[in-house]
């Protein structure tokens, strides 16, 4: 099969990956596996920056290795004691890091995290869900209820603009970061209010309004005392939920101190929770079924051929997409 792979992501991911034509197809090893003939994957910051964690990467990742979680495509071979699923049934879902990614033409995925595709979703479409969709939902719905106000920090990249609809469609009110040039992007897909990051003193501007807000879900990881600031604009019981930022050591100490730090060294007082995501079925077929409704959409900045996926490493790393980056891996 052809398939990305890299042997080394020192100095950059982009810069060590190569297209390869004759990959051996990954095997089939569990017993409610699928073998997935990949049309579509998107492309999420894990993707490049657990491989550049160096020897931390090379413990779970084996190498030569293809890149890649998000993923839609069609069932080519299922195990035998899968009944959910078809031969030629069209898939989306996620993978955990792992050598075989969604950048090659074929996958291995637990039929567990596995959905069917809705009837008039593409591919393209259901392939951006894995990851942004299921992160923004997981950190949003279990911590919310109807009239709640929340803070998507960061809305116009590729989780924050599923979180914003995400917020919405679970009848919320939400406020949202981003620059003047996504702000038009972030109140189409229902923002209620915007901050400009680029003008505004963040936490300032939150703060003034007083303990409002029932969520923070920080997809930015900046500025660096937002979470400090929380103290002063979430309710009391208020959660802070941690999702973006930079992957280093100085970031995982930043979030150390979030979790250990008493208030008055400076740790703040609110609810701090550092997201991991957990494949669920249910929540792909959620939404799957809104996007089906039109209740939420995928916000796709631009879809790459296979032999541009360098390029769109590229663009993802500037940190500055409005919304998701889609490679269409095979017809």
């Not at 979180?163 to 972030?186: E, F, M, N, W, Y």
């Not at 997809?219 to 660096?224: E, I, K, R, Y």
């Not at 979470?227 to 995982?252: C, I």
């Not at 997201?275 to 959620?286: C, E, G, M």
Request: hydrophobic share 40%; glycine share 12%; net charge neutral.
């Amino acid at each position: 099969m052809r398939a990305w792979q890299y042997s080394t992501a020192a100095g950059g991911l982009e810069k060590h990956l190569s297209l390869h034509d004759s990959v051996p197809l990954p095997r089939m090893l569990g017993d409610s596996d699928l073998l997935i003939q990949v049309v579509a994957a998107s492309i999420n910051p894990a993707d490049y920056k657990v491989p550049e964690l160096g020897i931390v990467a090379r413990a779970v990742i084996h190498t030569p290795a293809t890149p890649g979680m998000d993923f839609c495509g069609r069932v080519v071979q299922a195990a035998k004691t899968v009944d959910a699923f078809a031969i030629g049934d069209l898939v989306f879902g996620r993978l955990g890091p792992q050598q075989h990614g969604s950048l090659g033409e074929y996958i291995v995925a637990p039929a567990t995290a596995c959905a069917h595709v809705p009837d008039g979703v593409a591919p393209e479409e259901a392939a951006t869900v894995g990851v942004a969709g299921i992160t923004q939902y997981q950190c949003i719905a279990p911590n919310v209820k109807p009239g709640d106000k929340v803070l998507i920090n960061g809305g116009s990249g590729g989780t924050g603009t599923f979180g914003i609809q995400i917020a919405k469609a679970l009848g919320c009110h939400v406020t949202t970061t981003c620059s003047p040039g996504k702000a038009d992007l972030c109140r189409s897909l229902g923002a209620d209010a915007i901050i400009d990051y680029t003008s505004t003193d963040v936490s300032q501007a939150l703060r003034s309004q007083g303990q409002v807000f029932a969520l923070v879900v920080d997809n930015a990881g900046l500025p660096d005392d937002l979470y400090k600031a929380a103290d002063d604009f979430l309710v009391p019981e208020g959660r802070f939920v941690q999702v973006g930022g930079p992957m280093s050591l100085g970031a995982l100490k930043t979030v150390t101190s979030r979790l250990l730090r008493p208030a008055f060294l400076g740790g703040g007082r609110r609810k701090f929770v550092m997201y991991n995501i957990a494949t669920s079925q249910a929540d792909l077929r959620v939404l799957g079924q809104w996007m089906a409704e039109k209740k939420i959409r995928a916000v796709i900045e631009e879809t790459y051929e296979m032999g541009d996926v360098p390029r769109a490493f590229e663009r993802l790393k500037t940190g500055r997409t409005a919304g998701k980056l889609v490679v269409r891996v095979s017809r």
